[in-house]
């Protein structure tokens, strides 16, 4: 994604570490064990879009993303929108 090699370092690794949680709830959610993601990521339905989601990854950090239907049964599928700053939301 080309909005992901325009955050700088820091940004980028603040990003890369919340990932890990998403992928880590994703995977819990699979498997029954939890039923939405961790609140510190601050995960959100986007007002006035349908299945389009927000996370919060920093102060000013934002990435969009709808949930997808997923090649093999029982897993989740993601596909990611939009990272970047608040003002990448519609």
Known sequence: ??????LN?????????RLLEFV??????????RTWF?????VKKVRGQS??????????GRAT???G????DGKLHIV?????SHDILP
Request: charge should be positive; glycine fraction near 4%.
């Open 65 to 67: 993303f709808a949930l």
């Open 9 to 17: 370092s820091s940004q980028a690794t603040l990003f890369e570490l």
């Open 51 to 60: 299945n389009v989601y927000e996370m919060s990854w920093a102060a000013d």
């Open 38 to 42: 961790r609140k510190n990521l601050r």
């Open 69 to 72: 239907t997923s090649p093999v």
């Open 24 to 33: 880590a709830d994703l995977l819990e959610m699979e498997q029954g064990r």
């Open 1 to 6: 994604m080309r909005e992901l090699k325009r």
């Open 80 to 84: 990611w929108l939009r990272i970047g």
